[in-house]
């Protein structure tokens, strides 16, 4: 078993229905061993993303939170996200925030990032979709 955190770049590509998108859709809904993350960080990202490409943010929202767990954060997290995006940072200066609190997330549960991101190639957490 699994434990997938999905990024918004995977989610948008099985929104897309894209070839990359049906890998998701094999891991959220295929393959039951796993089990399926969405940071709350992603899923702001996800909607605006759709509402800013004239889709429909509300399809996308009940997608994302009817195939997954969604993940919340505390002070700690907080905190720990910062030491993370300061270190991630300087490996590679294009990494968010966002990036930082979805790859916590993925570390604390002993889980790994489903992403297409290029931000996160070398990252031993991460699965590439590409």
Known sequence: ???????????IEY???SALGARVRDAIMDDKRN???THAISVAEIVSKEK???KDPETAW???TSLSK???IDESD???VGYLHAYMKSKNKNFGLADS???????KIGGRVLTSDPDFRGVKDAIMLR
């Open 35 to 37: 089990k399926c993350y």
């Open 70 to 72: 969604i993940l919340h």
């Open 101 to 107: 609190f979805v790859l916590h997330a993925a570390r």
């Open 52 to 54: 800013r490409r004239n």
């Open 15 to 17: 929104l897309d229905g």
């Open 78 to 80: 907080s905190k720990a």
């Open 1 to 11: 078993m699994t434990d997938l955190v999905i990024d918004s770049w995977a989610w």
């Open 62 to 64: 009940r997608a994302v």
